[in-house]
């Protein structure tokens, strides 16, 4: 799988959008871009994927560059309970098998 | 559904002693992964089971640690003798080859403390 960096954290204020970028540099054609977020004390939430179309739903909109070496997870509304941390992970969509969780964006929305 | 199950939530132990964690995984997924989370090391996975085979244990820190898939219904994480070190949150997560996206469903975690 390719490796992914992250910003090891970020603030944002609360109703603002909130930009998490991630680079994948090293991506192959066939991986997809993987994003979950962990809220303290659960487990790791789906949050969106693609491949490179931006690609939007009820949580978020992901946006990947041309060249697909980065991409930045959206949250338009960011609210308190998005705090929480945020990993970028990429692997083929039919490789349901590992996915290397890096150290993730701590992400702290402030009132 | 209920999401994946894991028991018990929190696990306090003395150091030798053997710890078996369990875990359910979702009806009609057909992959189960093992994670482990520790402030130092952050999120690594363990080991992952397809159809009930393991697939890849290359994250098992050493032999003290065991798992198994009996049916698709049930998994355990034991390890045997503990140690301090071992101390951390596991996950157990599932997915579906079968669905499109094949994300991952985490359960909410065993907190081990061996003291």
């Known amino acids: 799988d390719a490796k992914t960096t992250q910003p090891t954290s970020m603030d944002c204020a609360e109703g603002r959008a909130a930009n998490l970028p991630c680079n994948h540099s090293t991506i192959s054609g066939n991986e997809y871009v993987y994003w979950y977020r962990q809220i303290h004390s659960q487990g790791p939430q789906y949050i969106i994927h693609?491949?490179?179309n931006n690609e939007t739903n009820e949580m978020a909109s992901l946006i990947i560059t041309e060249d697909r070496k980065s991409s930045t997870l959206i949250l338009p509304h960011a609210t308190l309970r998005d705090t929480a941390v945020y990993y970028c992970?990429?692997?083929?969509?039919?490789?349901?098998?590992?996915?290397?969780f890096g150290d993730g964006t701590t992400l702290t929305v402030k009132p | 559904d209920a999401g994946v199950i894991q028991s018990p939530r929190h696990e306090v132990t003395e150091m030798g002693q053997e710890v078996t964690l369990r875990c359910k995984p979702i009806?009609?997924?057909?992959?189960l992964f093992w994670y482990r989370q520790t402030m130092m090391r952050g999120l690594e996975l363990l080991i992952y089971?397809?159809?009930?085979?393991?697939?890849?244990d290359s994250g098992m820190p050493e032999d003290r640690f065991s798992a198994k898939m009996p049916n698709a219904s049930f998994s355990t994480l034991k390890i045997q003798p503990s140690e301090p070190r071992d101390s951390a949150v596991y996950f157990c997560?599932?997915?579906?080859?079968?669905?499109?996206?094949?994300?991952?469903?985490f359960g909410p975690g065993t907190r081990l403390t061996v003291l």
């Open positions: 997560a599932s997915c579906s080859s079968l669905a499109v996206y094949n994300e991952q469903f």
């Open positions: 992970i990429v692997r083929p969509l039919g490789n349901a098998g590992k996915s290397t």
């Open positions: 009806s009609g997924h057909d992959y």
């Open positions: 089971f397809n159809n009930n085979v393991p697939i890849d």
């Open positions: 693609g491949l490179k």
